[in-house]
Nanobody
Framework: QVQLVESGGGLVQAGGSLRLSCAAS????????MGWFRQAPGKEREFVAA????????RYGDSVKGRFTISRDNAKNAVYLQMNSLKPEDTAVYYC????????????????WGQGTQVTVSS
């Protein structure tokens, strides 16, 4: 059983940056693949980024490629999402997730989810 807690969300102006963190506990973090998803009001949950167990490979959703970077620190049981050049359309609740299927863009591939952190980008 893995518990995930996100932090780092907030209000930022368009063009700004935020760094989200996700702290994991209760399981073997270095054995699980990690992902970030987001959900805006009235919209379906959207894949943002994923990273393999070792951190050696990553995958991004088309809408964030070139602007967001996912990374992980297995020694700290943490995964991060650096978000640059933020746009108003990036406004959403961001969730981190853990699962066994590496680099999956499907939310069904992830077994554990955090409670989410709100990111609001003003124009």
């Amino acid at each position: 059983q893995v518990q995930l807690v996100e932090s780092g969300g907030g209000l930022v102006q368009a063009g700004g940056s935020l760094r989200l963190s996700c702290a994991a506990s209760g399981g073997t973090f270095s054995n699980v693949a990690m992902g970030w998803f987001r959900q805006a009001p009235g919209k379906e949950r959207e894949f943002v980024a994923a990273i393999t167990v070792s951190g050696g490979r990553t995958r991004y959703g088309d809408s964030v490629k070139g602007r967001f970077t996912i990374s992980r620190d297995n020694a700290k049981n943490a995964v991060y999402l650096q978000m640059n050049s933020l746009k108003p359309e990036d406004t959403a609740v961001y969730y981190c997730a853990a699962g066994r299927r590496a680099l999956s863009s499907s939310s069904g591939a992830y077994d554990y989810w955090g409670q989410g952190t709100q990111v609001t980008v003003s124009s």
